[in-house]
């Protein structure tokens, strides 16, 4: 870094990154434009943007595909370790009705950029983008290495995004940051629960609706079941950092005409446990109150079938990157953001299985994100900017 940075690096970086604000809006706008909705993906159009970038500035990068046009790009920033990498996701939700504009062609409206993907990810994206520059620019002081991801498909599970860049790509890192719980930056992510996926079937017997009593109505056996599995007791209950467990009907499907009595009917449910709970244990449980209903009402059958199961994660409260993003906000914002357990999950459950230490922390307001006309505030943007780069100065200059 220059003489200036070296001897004040927060004004320093408070100041280049102020000077980073139309380039941020800049790159935050092309990156909405780019139409990746997932699905289908194609996170190739928004990889074309980062890879142009990279290029620009001579950025080592690699870019990874496990399906065509599913893409992720890795840029690279020094050498050596401790090594720093941050994941942004380049894919987005559909963007659904309602909109004042279209969600693809960014605009800018008292101080907040609106499109799809804004808040999620793409903003912070950006943001990190800039720090990039920085970084490059300074790149001979950095004693470690800052790795930048565009990765592709988090809406739906990562399996063609940072899971693959994990397991198949030999992506690594000593720590990471993931940008996409915002809370506006006064949340760091540390623990998530667990997040467990069920699928309930119920068989019946088919029979025409006008003799229901020769059939077995499958819809009807589902809901008493229904009504047993609502009061399913979680063995925790509560959490220093945690709301409580949860348990959400998510789909019901079954039947073809009124005048049809069901013979199948799938139900699937989202249990979101703590840490300390334990999912065999639940899906124990769900299959002791199965059985009861079975036995009460003879002509009632069901499957249970785990669709996913995602077990919690945490890390020590005492780790570097909450003690240092904890400094940083406070010198940028003046305020100090507080450890909290997510009831949501992101990547950082795959960092953490690979023994990388993970937090999640970032920019923008929790309803933002999937919402029609999603939104996040350019100060925000540039606040952010600011804060990473003395976060990743910290850990590799």
């Not at 928004?46 to 142009?52: G, M, S, T």
């Not at 509560?238 to 789909?251: D, F, Q």
């Not at 994660?313 to 940028?332: D, G, M, R, Y």
């Amino acid at each position: 870094m220059n003489k200036h940075c070296s001897n004040d690096p927060v004004d320093y970086v408070k100041e280049y990154m102020q000077n980073e604000e139309k380039e941020i809006i800049a790159l935050a706008c092309r990156l909405i434009n780019t139409k990746t909705e997932n699905p289908p993906g194609d996170e190739i159009l928004a990889v074309r943007i980062v890879e142009e970038f990279f290029q620009s500035l001579q950025i080592p990068y690699a870019i990874f595909e496990k399906t065509k046009n599913r893409s992720n790009i890795v840029g690279y920033i020094g050498k050596g370790r401790p090594s720093l990498l941050i994941a942004c996701h380049l894919d987005v939700v559909p963007a659904g009705d309602d909109w004042k504009k279209n969600p693809f062609e960014a605009w800018i409206e008292n101080g907040r950029i609106y499109g799809r993907g804004s808040s999620d990810n793409k903003g912070q994206m950006a943001s990190m983008l800039a720090v990039a520059r920085f970084l490059k620019e300074n790149e001979s002081k950095l004693k470690g290495q800052f790795i930048l991801a565009g990765v592709a498909d988090e809406e739906r599970g990562s399996s063609l995004g940072l899971e693959y860049l994990l397991n198949e790509c030999k992506v690594s890192a000593d720590y990471a940051i993931i940008p996409d719980v915002a809370h506006n930056m006064n949340l760091i992510d540390v623990t998530e629960k667990g997040a467990l996926f069920l699928e309930i079937t119920s068989h019946g017997k088919q029979a025409h609706g006008s003799r229901p009593e020769i059939g077995i109505n499958a819809i009807w056996n589902m809901i008493t079941l229904l009504e047993r599995i609502k009061q399913l007791k979680f063995k925790h209950t509560s959490h220093p950092l945690h709301t409580p467990p949860t348990l959400n009907l998510g789909s019901i499907h079954s039947g073809t005409a009124p005048n049809i009595v069901p013979a199948v009917c799938k139900a699937q449910l989202d249990i979101r446990y703590l840490p300390d709970d334990s999912s065999d244990d639940i899906i124990l449980n769900l299959k002791a109150i199965i059985k009861e209903v079975e036995v009460q009402y003879p002509t009632t059958r069901f499957d249970l079938r785990i669709i996913s199961n995602q077990p919690p994660t945490a890390v020590p409260l005492n780790n570097p990157l909450v003690e240092l993003i904890s400094k940083h906000v406070f010198s940028i914002l003046g305020t100090k953001p507080q450890p909290r357990g997510m009831s949501g999950t992101t990547v950082t459950k795959q960092l953490l299985e690979k023994g990388i230490i993970a937090v999640g922390f970032g920019p923008g307001e929790e309803t933002e994100a999937h919402a029609t006309n999603e939104s996040i505030s350019i100060k925000e943007l540039v606040a952010f900017a600011k804060i990473m780069a003395l976060i990743t100065l910290d850990i590799i200059a």
